[in-house]
């Protein structure tokens, strides 16, 4: 029996590959609990707090690929002038045309990791529940550059549509994020230094094995079909 010699070898450190079952996990409770709709002022806790996971998880993950590739194309151009921040990654050296789906991510996850603080107003109807009147981030409390019309109904970012009250977030602000990703990481395969078929890896959806791609349309599927009971 050989004796294997001693020897040194470095690697790049991608934490993405590591989120996709946590992901999935997330995705696999919304489901097994079905979706129960909040009020115009909040979803319910379970709702939120899963959701709001998934949809950091899924931030960091595609931040984690961008920097994978900004290394490699570092590497190879090290003259090359790259903006750290991620979508402007996408629109000015990729020439990712939904680079704004991106920022708006962005916006969320940092709505929900750092906390923005809204003051909310609402009405309680005699028929219960919270009917929402208005609502105004407070002062210093958040980092977002372009901020939602104040005569809006319920603020959220202006293309995606994802809810900017971080306690209304749930799994159909999910959904968005997850086509946001797979659109994104779709793109950056085609772009990419050193490709790799990052959405092909399989996870364990309930008793699936699916694709990581796959987890919108499983989610998508769920919402309609409770639309349609």
Known sequence: MGVRRASSDAMISVVAPHLQQPIADFVTKLIARGFQPGDSVSANFYESGYSAAAILLLAAMLESMLQRDRYFL????????ISGD????????????RHSHVREL???R?????????????????VGGR?????????GSHHLKALPNPNTKIPRTRTVKFNLLPARVDRTDLVKALDVCNHALTYLYRKEQRPIQFL??????????VPFRKLAEILRDELEQVDQQ
């Open 110 to 126: 940092n709505a929900l990791a750092h906390n923005h603080m809204w003051k909310v107003e609402y009405t309680l109807p005699s």
């Open 74 to 81: 570092q590497q190879s151009k090290p003259d090359l002038q």
């Open 200 to 209: 092909d890896n399989t996870i364990i959806c309930g008793k699936q094995r």
């Open 131 to 139: 009917a929402h009147r208005r609502s105004a981030l407070v002062p």
């Open 106 to 108: 962005s916006d969320v």
């Open 86 to 97: 991620s979508s402007k990654y996408l629109k000015e050296t990729l020439r990712y045309r």
